[in-house]
């Protein structure tokens, strides 16, 4: 027969378990918002990018591939705040221009503290621009995102993201014929902090490296496990 407290300590497990189940749930709504948003055409018109970051968390930065690490408040507010009408990155109503890059797979552990998460989702993304003649280019974008949230102020956030190439490749080539060493910093593009980790994307002369690890159970965070 079950006493008082072994009901207390059911409860308790129970308790913990919701509060899980709700916290995986915010953290996909957040990498559910940040593909909505991460495109010219929505951008300022629903929301910026940065309202997802923690950004009064010390620690919080983003990586863009080869680029490198973007980190702190301002730096994240460079990348992913309001843009300029008519920049690279900012808002745009040009004609076929295109940038969807939906997430699959979604993989979450949220640490046993309750205090942060972490997630792995694929990302097959598509894209088309061009030049100033109208000249479009459609391609292929794949990618994989490892995300550390935190909870900061109650509310679920990203912490660390880390967005790791797999390929950009023309459309009618395939990416057999893509080099990734090929690619370049976009004109314009925000300073970064510091260089780039663990970068592996797709080459056709060697063993492909798949990148990142899904998390695995934990109770704290460790920074020597973070994306």
């Not at 950009?168 to 395939?174: F, I």
Request: hydrophobic residues 35%.
């Amino acid at each position: 027969m079950a006493t008082v407290e072994s009901l207390e300590k059911k409860v308790r497990e129970l308790e913990k378990e919701v509060e899980r189940s709700r916290a995986a749930r915010e953290c996909a709504r957040l990498i559910g918002r940040f593909c909505y948003l991460n495109n010219p055409h929505v951008q300022n018109k629903k929301g910026t990018i940065s309202e997802l970051f923690a950004l009064d968390t010390p620690g919080v930065r983003a990586q863009w591939g080869q680029l490198g690490i973007f980190e702190g408040k301002q730096s994240i507010l460079n990348i992913y705040g309001p843009k300029p009408t008519g920049t690279e990155m900012g808002p745009s109503s040009r004609p076929g221009w295109m940038f969807i890059h939906p997430t699959a797979s979604p993989y979450i552990e949220v640490a046993g503290d309750l205090k942060t998460a972490k997630g792995v989702w694929l990302s097959i993304g598509i894209e088309s621009a061009g030049d100033d003649k109208g000249n479009l280019k459609p391609a292929w974008g794949w990618g994989a995102y490892g995300v550390d949230f935190i909870k900061e102020k109650g509310q679920w956030k990203i912490w660390h993201l880390h967005i790791y190439r797999i390929f950009r490749a023309p459309y009618k080539e395939g990416w057999t014929a893509w080099n990734p060493d090929d690619e370049i910093i976009p004109p314009g593009a925000a300073k970064v902090d510091r260089p780039g980790k663990d970068d592996y994307p797709y080459r056709p002369t060697q063993p492909f490296i798949f990148k990142p690890d899904p998390p695995s159970p934990y109770e704290t965070f460790d920074e020597a496990t973070g994306y």
